[in-house]
């Protein structure tokens, strides 16, 4: 009964931005985490960053100061704000959920960042 959908992804030029947002929705507790993944090719999955329902957050070292991710929790929505893009940005991201009882991932989105 819990559904999370991604938009946002697409093709953008290295040095650009893109932001992706992720709207979680059904029986939620309004206390959980929420993050981004992301399917590097050729590499196994990386964790992107994480946010708490209490806003804290965590971004892995290879995109901070560039990423940024946030949330409303009211709407059970977050954000991934990506500037400064580069090439090898370039993945299938993922949303995920975690709740008490499991984690619920969303479909996933392509970003693409090329010339």
């Known amino acids: 009964q819990v559904q999370v959908v991604e938009s946002g992804g697409g093709l953008v030029q290295p040095g650009g931005s893109l932001r992706l947002s992720c709207v979680a929705s059904g029986d939620i507790n309004r206390l959980n985490v929420m993050g981004w993944y992301r399917q590097v090719p050729g590499k196994e999955r990386e964790l992107v960053a994480r946010?708490?329902?209490?806003?804290?957050?965590y971004h892995a070292d290879s995109v901070k100061g560039r990423f940024t991710i946030s949330r409303e929790n009211a709407k059970n929505t977050v954000y991934l704000q990506m500037n400064s893009l580069k090439p090898e940005d370039t993945a299938v991201y993922h949303c995920?959920?975690?709740?008490?009882?499991?984690?619920?991932w969303g479909q996933g989105t392509q970003v693409t960042v090329s010339s």
């Open positions: 995920k959920l975690e709740l008490a009882r499991g984690d619920f």
């Open positions: 946010i708490s329902s209490s806003g804290s957050a």
